[in-house]
């Protein structure tokens, strides 16, 4: 049986090491970046049995609600999809 697993806010390290071995290799999706740009923002990883499946960047609205900022850049959010593995 796989589990599905949903991480807010996961640890830096655990998020920048994702982003350096996923295929996109966003510059745009590490922490460094996020925290210079001065957005507030969520990080959210999806791992199945242990394994990261899927991460997104969520910027929160001017508010601190949850949900996608609409900005001069349109929509801010980024998904990044996980080393893909056998099945």
Not at 3 to 24: C, G, H, M, R, V
Not at 29 to 38: K, R, S, V
Not at 56 to 74: E, N, P, S, Y
């Amino acid at each position: 049986m796989s589990n599905y697993e949903l991480q807010i806010d996961p640890e830096k390290k655990q998020w920048e090491n994702f982003i350096a071995t996923s295929p996109q290799n966003n510059l745009f999706c590490t922490i460094q970046f996020l925290d210079a740009w001065g957005k507030n923002y969520e990080l959210l990883l999806v791992t199945k049995n242990q394994d990261i499946q899927l991460g997104a960047v969520v910027v929160k609205q001017d508010d601190g609600q949850r949900g996608v900022a609409a900005g001069r850049a349109g929509p801010a959010m980024r998904l990044m999809a996980g080393e893909r593995r056998g099945t």
